[in-house]
């Protein structure tokens, strides 16, 4: 019953999340309104405030570092850096993004053959430019089940320690003998004492996180990576499996 609430709950929050996304939407512009519209660059002047080039660059720059996990920087800072990289941003960095783009461009039209892809290979003092066929994804096994390293497993809802077990041999017919996170270690039954592990079984994963971290997790983090260790029902050792995508808000 706690576990449906608790899917119920986080359903209720993604629909709020598409209601904000919809509403957000909404007030852009038309396409009809905006496509008489001519774009012509703009000449780099970091030392003129009135053309807003540095705002942008602060902003959008502490956006990423907000998204990563990176320390934000001052406008001033950001200024003294934004002068020294131009040359590097009009050359080589533009050029590889121009690449980058043209790969998620195939990608977001659902191109599934591999040959529509390409790696890029360059040289700008050569200059050489080469392209090749990117090489499939190594194929691995677990129990019956085939898998290659953009596979995973999704777990919504945040579950208590117990909940996660058991949801894993439920569905997948695992059990689970070790739970981390980067260099984390949330669960280890070998290493805990009888009365800790007693009371983390019921205590929820993101709480177990914060603890072991010793830090909060950010209110706009809304998964967490996890590996596991595992053994199928019968207790034999299962050498690898995909990673965890926890989505517990």
């Not at 629909?15 to 519209?37: F, G, Q, T, V």
């Not at 997790?217 to 596991?228: E, G």
């Amino acid at each position: 019953m706690e576990q449906r609430r608790r899917k119920n709950s986080l359903v209720d929050k993604e629909s709020n999340e598409d209601c904000r996304i919809n509403e957000m939407l909404s007030h852009l512009p038309k396409h009809d309104e905006i496509s008489s519209i001519k774009i012509r660059p703009h000449e780099f002047e970091k030392d003129d405030d009135s053309n807003f080039h540095i705002d942008y660059i602060a902003a959008t720059a502490n956006l990423r570092a907000e998204n990563y996990e990176i320390s934000p920087a001052d406008r001033g800072k950001i200024k003294r850096i934004a002068g020294n990289i131009i040359p590097a941003i009009a050359t080589t960095t533009a050029m590889v993004t121009g690449l980058v783009c043209l790969e998620v461009y195939k990608f977001i039209q659902g191109h599934k053959n591999i040959e529509s892809y390409k790696n890029a290979f360059v040289n700008l003092a050569l200059p050489f430019f080469g392209f090749s066929e990117p090489v499939p994804p190594r194929k691995q096994k677990y129990l019956d089940h085939e898998y290659t390293l953009w596979d995973r497993f999704d777990v919504q809802g945040d579950l208590t320690l117990e909940e996660f077990i058991d949801h894993f041999k439920r569905e997948h017919k695992l059990v689970v003998t070790m739970l981390s996170t980067g260099l984390c270690l949330l669960f280890n039954p070998h290493f805990m004492r009888q009365p800790s592990r007693a009371n983390d079984m019921k205590r929820r994963i993101s709480e177990i996180y914060e603890t072991v971290t010793d830090a909060k997790i950010p209110t706009h983090v809304r998964s967490l990576a996890l590996d596991m260790t595992c053994e199928d029902l019968d207790g034999n050792d299962i050498d690898d499996v995909p990673y965890i995508r926890y989505t517990f808000r």
